[in-house]
């Protein structure tokens, strides 16, 4: 019995094989049609993976537009971190530049300089307030900057020094409106002759005109005072010396009593836009305690 089965077993098996390989033989020879097992499992699997694959293909699509917006996201903010930073290097040039004009003008000036011994300072420090119109600069007594010492910019005169500390000095400019800030000048006659200047006194700083007003008792038709006339320090005051650039004549208009003439004159430097300074030591003999700039 138990031989049976082995034998039947084995016919079985000698049997499938001979089927396998003849279905193998039948299925690899060269055919024009397939037969209807064949194209029904064919177009099955091909449906299963037709529904597969399109699911599949539109989440790998969905993926690498992610990809790709976010790796524009990155591209766009690198762009814009290098535009800000551009801008930045834009203003600095910029500031650079002017800076550069600014100290290659001030080195120029001091070239210009002859009578009096100019040093350089940078204003660290600027009062918001307009009545006192202060600056704060980085040089002080230890520089051998002292009291009521001129204070100029490569166009012009803008002040004196108020008070000094070891390190820094104070600079009030010719914009505040203390009634003790008065600077001794003279209008700079358009002849050699010595009577056709006039002299007087910058008194006043109009902030509605943004003029210095000068005072002076001179008759302005006798004077022929015109517009356009050069203004400088007069050097009658015994602080400033003499030469120093104010401005120029605007007009003239007399006082409210008639005694004396207003001068309106347009300051050489610009006092809101300060950054260096020039200092002038007066290198003629000057007194130890000046409140303030006197004499005609």
Same mark, same amino acid.
């Given at each position: 019995?138990?031989?049976?089965?082995?034998?039947?077993?084995? @016919?079985?098996?000698?049997?499938? @094989? %001979? %089927?396998?390989?003849?279905?193998?033989?039948?299925?690899?020879?060269?055919? *024009?049609?397939?037969? /209807?097992?064949?194209?029904?499992?064919?177009?099955?699997?091909? /449906?299963?993976?037709?529904?597969?694959?399109?699911?599949?293909?539109?989440?790998?699509?969905?993926?690498?537009?992610?990809?790709?917006?976010?790796?524009? +996201?990155?591209?766009?903010?690198?762009?814009?971190?290098?535009?800000?930073?551009?801008?930045?290097?834009?203003?600095?040039?910029?500031?650079?530049?002017?800076?550069?004009?600014?100290?290659?003008?001030?080195?120029?000036?001091?070239?210009?300089?002859?009578?009096?011994?100019?040093?350089?300072?940078?204003?660290?420090?600027?009062?918001? *307030?307009? /009545?006192?119109?202060?600056?704060?600069?980085?040089?002080?007594?230890?520089?051998?900057?002292?009291?009521?010492?001129?204070?100029?910019?490569?166009?012009?005169?803008?002040?004196?020094?108020?008070?000094?500390?070891?390190?820094?000095?104070?600079?009030?400019?010719?914009?505040?409106?203390?009634?003790?800030?008065?600077?001794?000048?003279?209008?700079?006659?358009?002849?050699?002759?010595?009577? *056709?200047?006039?002299?007087?006194?910058?008194?006043? +700083?109009?902030?509605?005109?943004? +003029?210095?007003?000068?005072?002076?008792?001179?008759?302005?038709?006798?004077?022929?005072?015109?517009?356009?006339?050069?203004?400088?320090?007069?050097?009658?005051?015994?602080?400033?010396?003499?030469?120093?650039?104010?401005?120029?004549?605007?007009?003239?208009?007399?006082?409210?009593?008639?005694?004396?003439?207003? @001068?309106?004159?347009?300051?050489?430097?610009?006092?809101? *836009?300060?950054?260096?300074? %020039?200092?002038?030591?007066?290198?003629?003999?000057?007194?130890?305690?000046?409140?303030?700039?006197?004499?005609?």
């Amino acid at each position: 019995m138990p031989q049976f089965f082995m034998n039947k077993r084995l @016919i079985i098996l000698l049997v499938s @094989i %001979i %089927i396998l390989v003849a279905l193998i033989g039948f299925s690899i020879r060269s055919r *024009d049609k397939l037969t /209807w097992p064949e194209q029904f499992i064919k177009d099955t699997s091909g /449906w299963v993976q037709t529904l597969v694959s399109r699911p599949a293909h539109y989440v790998a699509g969905f993926i690498d537009n992610v990809r790709d917006l976010q790796s524009t +996201y990155e591209e766009n903010k690198e762009l814009k971190a290098k535009l800000e930073e551009l801008g930045k290097l834009e203003y600095q040039v910029q500031g650079l530049q002017k800076e550069n004009a600014t100290l290659h003008e001030t080195l120029k000036e001091k070239e210009n300089l002859s009578s009096y011994n100019p040093m350089n300072a940078t204003v660290i420090r600027r009062n918001p *307030d307009r /009545w006192r119109e202060l600056l704060t600069i980085n040089k002080g007594s230890s520089n051998g900057v002292k009291k009521n010492m001129a204070v100029m910019t490569a166009s012009g005169l803008i002040g004196k020094v108020k008070s000094v500390s070891t390190g820094t000095a104070t600079v009030q400019l010719l914009s505040s409106e203390d009634p003790t800030n008065r600077i001794s000048a003279v209008i700079q006659a358009d002849s050699k002759k010595k009577g *056709d200047k006039v002299f007087g006194l910058i008194v006043d +700083y109009d902030k509605e005109s943004k +003029y210095l007003i000068m005072e002076s008792t001179e008759d302005s038709k006798k004077a022929k005072i015109k517009k356009g006339q050069l203004v400088t320090t007069s050097g009658l005051g015994g602080v400033f010396p003499e030469g120093l650039p104010v401005g120029k004549v605007v007009k003239v208009e007399p006082d409210k009593d008639g005694l004396t003439n207003n @001068i309106f004159i347009q300051p050489a430097a610009d006092f809101y *836009d300060v950054e260096h300074v %020039i200092i002038i030591k007066r290198t003629a003999t000057q007194p130890d305690d000046v409140e303030e700039e006197k004499g005609l």
